[in-house]
């Protein structure tokens, strides 16, 4: 599909929020990082200090979940993303990612597993292990979701240092990983074969995946911080090479050039990037009809950019319009709720979740 | 003159010390992407040697200036309590530097190796020999009386050295650059881009040669033409926004500073030959 395009050429600066009103739900958060709803009223979600909490969005309080992994917290790691099992409602399961400490005392990606139960983690299991062991937790990925055949896909950062591994099979340094719900991995996986590359990768050739989601049509959409300039949204198809850092429309921050070609035959191509970045941080398709204007189009949550960016696709073409900046916050993720409200989460520390209600 | 030297040789050490790093990173680079197979040429090694140049180069600049300030200052005092030769004590300053800075960068600063051509063993000791090359770059300098050409030569590189960014912008990433300037090249029709780039990267190269040549020849009329040129621009871009009727914009400012960095250097390098 040749819908690569600078973003910029379609970009709107058209604000809509002025027909929403904005509600803050949740107030004081401590570096939240990822939520997911239990209920209309009632959502879990995670602190990157490494803490586990419930909240009532009706009372506003809050109850933390006892007995979670303990995590490596600092820079950009921490407990990141927290996801319901499909069938939650009947086995309680969970799935966290987060960085920890490895033996050799540095730091890598893990994935539990465990049941909610009472407040409380019971049956923890971790169920993946990235080898992708850094000195400090830069650029981990960590987001989550599920394929239609029930197998789970995690993204793992390239660690910033390591960029260049991004490009070997040998790690999990920029990869998509895909494994089963109990950590084993799938027979289908597009590397089970090869002697010399490890069998959870599902993709590589990535930078740092913040976004992650597969819609109703079984495909896996992903966004990337780029380098300045370079951030990236792309389908994920199993075994494809991303390029990074081989191919990017990006420049390092440092001012350093990380490669001059943007192209190359066997990388894939982006189906969007965005220059100026906007440090994409999380996306939601949204499909249901709370929000007619915001139906069947891709919500993405920014930091840089400190909006929500609605992506629509149509005609082989790409357009673009920015909502909710007069929040004027860095958005770290968004959901919605089984209702269909948008809510939003602030980025940092003392963070806010904010619903979205239309006025209409 | 004989105070002004020793700041003006840090700076000129640390600028001499810069054009030794940033290729290592550069040619790490190069190397890793020929490794995996990317078409790696002439070209395009020319274009990560001189874009790291500039960009990561003045980056690079002020730390550098910050380390050599603080281990030249430390040498200097040292000196006296010790037989070891100055150059030799300069030189080790210059890599410690170099090293420190290097380390404190990742420990303080960013968490994280900036610099690719840092991440190994080998790189980082082709960092501290480019330092140690720095420090005795700056003995040579301070060790030798100077006159007012050693600064205007300095103003006159630094100058050029900005200027290289826009050359290698034009030349190389032309879309990028005239998003600086608030337009889409892609946007406009062949003959209008064609017009953009050919001018606009003659503009920028003639005023870097004629600097060049200025800090070689010392003659003041090299200099004044490239304010000359930068003038121009600015009162041609407030003749298009007044009479022509186009968007204000602030470019003017920049360009009336450009063109006054050269045009000052000029008359410096009048008065004092007159004053000779």
Redesign the interface.
């Known amino acids: 599909m040749k819908l690569y395009l600078p973003a910029?050429?379609f970009l709107f600066s058209v604000h809509l929020s002025s027909e929403y009103k904005f509600e803050t739900v949740l107030d004081n958060l401590d570096d939240a990082w990822s939520f997911v709803f239990l209920s209309e009223d009632k959502v879990l979600f995670t602190e990157m200090p490494g803490k586990l909490k419930i909240a009532s969005l009706k009372d506003k309080s809050i109850t933390n979940v006892t007995n979670i992994p303990e995590v490596a917290y600092?820079?950009q790691g921490g407990l990141s993303e927290v996801v319901l099992d499909p069938d939650f409602n009947s086995n309680n399961k969970i799935y966290m990612s987060y960085s920890a400490n490895t033996d050799n005392n540095k730091i890598t990606l893990f994935l539990s597993t465990a049941e909610l139960v009472n407040d409380k983690l019971v049956n923890s299991k971790v169920i993946f292990k990235a080898v992708a062991s850094r000195r400090?937790p830069?650029h981990m990925g960590a987001k989550i979701s599920f394929l239609d055949d029930g197998t789970l896909i995690l993204t793992s950062g390239d660690g910033?240092?390591h960029r260049?591994k991004a490009?070997k099979l040998d790690n999990h340094f920029g990869k998509t990983i895909r494994i089963n719900t109990d950590g084993s991995i799938p027979q289908d996986n597009p590397f089970i074969s090869n002697q010399n590359a490890l069998p959870e990768i599902y993709s590589y050739g990535h930078r740092n995946m913040q976004g992650l989601l597969v819609t109703s049509d079984g495909l896996i959409y992903e966004h990337e911080h780029g380098p300045k300039?370079g951030d990236e949204l792309n389908i994920i198809k199993p075994g494809l090479n991303y390029g990074w850092p081989?191919?990017t429309y990006g420049?390092?921050y440092?001012?350093?050039?990380?490669?001059?070609?943007t192209q190359?035959d066997g990388m894939e191509q982006p189906l969007l990037y965005w220059?100026p970045s906007i440090a994409p941080s999380d996306m939601i398709y949204y499909e249901k009809d709370l929000y007619p204007e915001f139906k069947n189009t891709f919500l993405i949550t920014a930091l840089v950019s400190r909006d929500v960016k609605q992506v629509v696709f149509e005609n082989n073409e790409i357009r673009q319009k920015s909502l909710f900046s007069d929040l004027g916050f860095r958005l770290r993720n968004i959901q919605d709720s089984p209702n269909g409200y948008i809510y939003i989460l602030t980025d940092g520390p003392g963070n806010k979740l904010i619903k979205v209600i239309p006025k209409k | 003159m004989k105070i002004a030297k020793y700041p003006f040789a840090v700076f000129s050490a640390a600028l001499f010390t810069v054009m030794l790093i940033?290729p290592i990173?550069?040619i790490s680079?190069l190397l890793?992407?020929n490794s995996?197979d990317?078409?790696v040429g002439i070209i395009?090694s020319l274009?990560?040697l001189l874009?790291?140049f500039?960009?990561?180069?003045?980056?690079l600049y002020g730390v550098v200036i910050i380390g050599f300030a603080i281990a030249f200052s430390f040498t200097a005092v040292l000196i006296n309590f010790t037989n070891i030769s100055s150059k030799y004590l300069y030189a080790l300053a210059g890599a410690v530097s170099i090293g420190a800075a290097m380390y404190l960068m990742v420990e303080l600063l960013f968490?994280?190796?900036?610099?690719?051509g840092n991440?190994t063993f080998v790189g980082k000791v082709l960092h501290w020999i480019a330092g140690f090359f720095g420090g005795y770059f700056y003995y040579s300098l301070i060790s030798k009386n100077k006159n007012y050409t050693f600064i205007v030569r300095f103003f006159g590189i630094l100058y050029a050295y900005l200027i290289l960014g826009f050359v290698l912008n034009w030349v190389?990433t032309p879309e990028?650059a005239a998003?600086d300037y608030g337009f889409?090249l892609k946007d406009l029709n062949d003959n209008a881009q064609n017009a953009l780039i050919r001018d606009f990267t003659s503009f920028f190269i003639s005023t870097f040669i004629f600097t060049i040549l200025g800090v070689i020849t010392l003659n003041p009329t090299w200099f004044l033409a490239a304010g000359i040129i930068y003038y121009g621009a600015a009162v041609f871009n407030l003749y298009a926004i007044f009479i022509h009727g186009t968007n204000y914009n602030q470019i003017y400012i920049g360009e009336i500073i450009l063109g006054s960095w050269p045009t000052i250097i000029a008359f410096a390098i009048l008065y004092f030959k007159k004053k000779e």
């Open positions: 910029f050429l600092s820079s400090s830069a910033y240092d260049e490009q300039g081989a191919i420049i390092d440092s001012g350093a050039v990380i490669s001059p070609f190359k220059d | 940033t990173s550069s680079n890793w992407l995996v990317m078409p395009s274009e990560v874009f790291d500039q960009r990561l180069g003045i980056l968490e994280s190796e900036l610099l690719g991440r190389f990028s998003a889409v």
